[in-house]
């Protein structure tokens, strides 16, 4: 498929699942009455259920969507390894860590940022943990360190939750596992905003950096060889990718799956010139979990059920597919 | 183009002695200049430090006279071209794409191709004779292939001097033979060209210069006669070595003769 024709599809699927989120749900509307929510005249519950909760919850899924995309397909760049996610740092071990923590000290509710901020404090405190130990060796930063770092640091996060849940009451737990599974039913204009505004400006400098990517996918050598600053654009772009997956967990907690599985789809369908593909995975990780998020709401309604889940059960077989059809390709 | 090498020193870290050991060597304008020697005598290592990607303990590598460090990475890819010994490719990547890639120094991160861009990538494809592999994978080349594709991406560059870590090595007659006519051609245009090789008796016919190390020292150097002796040989490679005229061609041919280690 050539690059326009797929932005403008995604551009396409994009927006309509932007309207289908906002007419499905828990209750139903019919287009005109989104319309008239939209234009202030219809009934007031159809307002808040249009303007105060959908609306900005299908903008953070957008949000956040995209920018884990958009980080797995740096990290699988930076790393040479179409395995790696946005996760992959341990920054979901720590955000969980923070998150949990909160919860379980009976914290979370004492008002609406204490969550974000515990999870963003804990994302922090990995991806500073796993740059200092790349870094340690010598002048340069090490990606197969990083990786490695990355993977002990996250069992160790992985402990502490675990130690916490053991020791924790029955209702903590449950709101724990529930956050850890990641979910946009938080969302609010005030969160859309602040998503907005560490997303996009990471998102716009990442793209610029996309061919030099293009490079360092071949080897950090050649990429020397070729002209590129390799040191500084792969610290830019590493913490560039770090910060928009921390941002992204601290709001919506830990999504899985699209970091890994959408940047693979982009790549089968337009190939790897990070010019393309960053901008695509960014469309195609927005509707990606907005999709993903109205099948949440709806498949065991009124029963919400966490976005994670959903991500992870139509991520997984979408991904073995595409596995396959690389394989045979 | 000039390379410079003054008395350079690498120690690698936990590595046993001293990679290089005190190498002098001066590559001259639009020379073709060959590297050689056995396994682990510092071959690769030279060309790393020259390319300023190795930190040298002691001593100093020059760019036309000027210290390689003191170069931005974009100045000198503009300069010179470089054919790595391997590189893995992880993803899938067109044989246009790959040989557009030698654009970057002259486009940098954000500007998009221009026609002169375009025009030096279609020579660099044709030069190589690539041009009709343009869309395929570069996954799915073949050895010969790939390395005419590396080649051309960094003629691409339109350098002034090229550097090559065993271009030929796993090729067979045909494709080393095209890759070495290739590289004489361009050096008679005027380009620099260095080049690390193991083939003895092709290098005595295609190169101006040879350079031969010998852990990590400098064992000879000079024109193909006065490196291509059985005695400086023998003691390098510790074989029995006989070096006679090649018939066909009259240049020092090399034959490993049965026995023990010298």
């Given amino acids: 498929m050539s690059r326009p024709a797929l932005a403008l599809v995604l551009l396409v699927a994009l927006a309509a699942a932007i309207v289908l989120g906002v007419r499905f749900g828990p209750v139903e509307l019919t287009t005109g009455e989104v319309l008239a929510a939209l234009a202030g005249s219809g009934p007031e519950w159809q307002r808040q259920i249009v303007v105060d909760l959908r609306l900005p919850r299908m903008l953070l899924g957008a949000l ?73 060796a010598g002048r340069s930063l090490d990606v197969r360190v990083l990786l490695l770092a990355g993977v002990v640091v996250a069992a160790f996060f992985t402990a502490c939750i675990a130690f916490i849940l053991s020791v924790a009451e029955a209702r903590t737990v449950q709101s724990a596992v529930l956050w850890i599974m990641g979910s946009l039913a938080g969302a609010r204009w005030q969160s859309v905003l602040v998503a907005a505004a560490y997303t996009l400006p990471a998102a716009i400098l990442l793209m610029g950096l996309a061919r030099p990517l293009n490079l360092i996918a071949i080897g950090e050598e050649t990429a020397q060889y070729l002209g590129a600053d390799v040191e500084r654009v792969k610290r830019t772009a590493l913490a560039l990718a770090a910060l928009l997956t921390a941002a992204g967990v601290a709001v919506a907690g830990v999504i899985a799956f699209v970091g890994l599985v959408v940047p693979h789809a982009i790549r089968l369908l337009v190939g790897s010139d990070h010019r393309a593909l960053l901008p695509l995975s960014f469309l195609g990780g927005a509707t990606f979990l907005i999709l993903c998020d109205i099948v949440a709401q709806v498949v065991l309604a009124p029963t919400q059920l966490p976005v994670g889940v959903i991500t992870a059960f139509v991520g997984v077989p979408l991904f073995l597919v595409l596995l396959r059809r690389s394989l045979v390709a | 183009m000039r390379f410079t090498a003054e008395r350079l020193l690498v120690r690698y870290p936990r590595g046993p002695g001293a990679a290089l050991d005190g190498v002098s060597m001066d590559v001259p304008d639009g020379a073709l200049y060959a590297v050689l020697g056995p396994n682990g005598s510092g071959k690769s290592t030279l060309l790393k430090a020259l390319l300023g990607v190795l930190r040298v303990s002691e001593g100093r590598a020059l760019v036309d006279g000027r210290d390689v460090a003191s170069w931005s990475r974009r100045e000198l890819a503009r300069a010179v071209g470089v054919v790595s010994q391997a590189e893995t490719i992880a993803f ?53 292939e790939l390395q005419r594709v590396r080649l051309a991406r960094a003629l691409a560059q339109e350098p002034r001097a090229l550097v090559l870590d065993e271009p030929t090595a796993s090729l067979d007659i045909r494709h080393e033979m095209t890759i070495l006519e290739l590289l004489r051609e361009w050096a008679d245009g005027g380009m620099t060209v260095l080049v690390v090789t193991h083939g003895l008796d092709l290098a005595a016919r295609f190169a101006d210069h040879m350079l031969l190390l010998s852990r990590g020292r400098v064992a000879a150097e000079g024109p193909p006669a006065r490196v291509m002796e059985s005695g400086i040989l023998e003691a390098v490679y510790r074989w029995p070595i006989a070096v006679a005229a090649d018939p066909a061609t009259g240049t020092p041919r090399v034959t490993p003769l049965r026995g023990r280690p010298a």
Avoid: H
């Avoid at chain 1, 699988?76 to 920054?91: F, K, S, T, V």
């Avoid at chain 2, 954000?110 to 990538?121: K, P, S, V, W, Y």
């Fill in chain 2, 92 to 144: 899938p990547l067109t044989v246009r794409e790959m040989v557009a890639m030698g654009r970057y120094p002259w486009l940098g991160p954000l500007r998009t191709e221009r026609e002169e861009d375009r025009a030096a990538i279609k020579r660099a494809l044709e030069q190589c004779e690539v041009a009709d592999l343009a869309t395929r994978d570069v996954m799915t080349l073949s050895g010969g």
């Fill in chain 1, 64 to 136: 956040v969507g995209g920018g884990l995309a958009l980080a797995g397909a740096t990290f699988q760049a930076l790393l040479r390894n179409p395995l790696a996610e946005p996760y992959i740092l341990g920054i979901s071990g720590g955000a969980s860590v923070g998150a949990v923590s909160v919860i379980a000290l009976g914290l979370a509710g004492a008002a609406s940022w204490v969550l974000p901020l515990a999870a963003l404090a804990g994302a922090l405190l990995a991806i500073g943990l796993v740059f200092r130990v790349a870094t340690a």
